[in-house]
């Protein structure tokens, strides 16, 4: 028996279908229906991500430095959806995850990890959680970084 009206509503909500949105084909697509989002690709649009604080940056002894970054909805909207102008109607969070090689005294990008997660009604007006993980790793010190760039892209 629910005992008010949010513990109702926080069960509606863990109701709500997850769809996962992959990067296949040069389109985002969600996985489980097939639909395209007209996305363009995340990882040339992280412009102004410097002005973002990072959340934290982390070097250890075995592992490489990574610079991590959790965005609020206003940052979200500066950085990323600027440019990809996803329509939601609840932000739920947005993460960077940049991580990086030493080599010859020389920081290099080794891959970058970009997180999204969102909710939208359906034409029913039921809420749906929507959601990418998308990742792109950079190896050879960066050498041929601009063809692994457009190979993933185009």
Do not use: H
Request: aromatic share 14%; proline share 4%.
């Amino acid at each position: 028996m629910l005992k008010n009206k949010n513990q109702e509503q926080d069960l509606k909500q863990e109701d709500s279908p997850d769809y996962k949105i992959m990067y296949t084909n040069n389109q985002y697509k969600v996985e489980k229906t097939g639909k395209v989002f007209n996305l363009p690709f995340l990882f040339d649009k992280l412009q102004g991500i410097e002005k973002v604080k990072p959340i934290s940056y982390s070097y250890g002894l075995d592992e490489p430095p990574s610079v991590s970054y959790k965005l609020n909805e206003r940052e979200f909207q500066k950085v990323l959806n600027d440019d990809l102008k996803i329509k939601y109607d609840q932000f739920k969070k947005a993460t960077i995850l940049i991580s990086l090689k030493d080599r010859e005294k020389k920081p290099y990008i080794t891959d970058i990890i970009i997180g999204i997660q969102w909710k939208k009604k359906d034409k029913n007006g039921k809420m749906i959680n929507y959601f990418i993980d998308d990742s792109i790793f950079i190896s050879d010190n960066n050498k041929n970084t601009k063809k692994t760039y457009f190979d993933y892209k185009y």
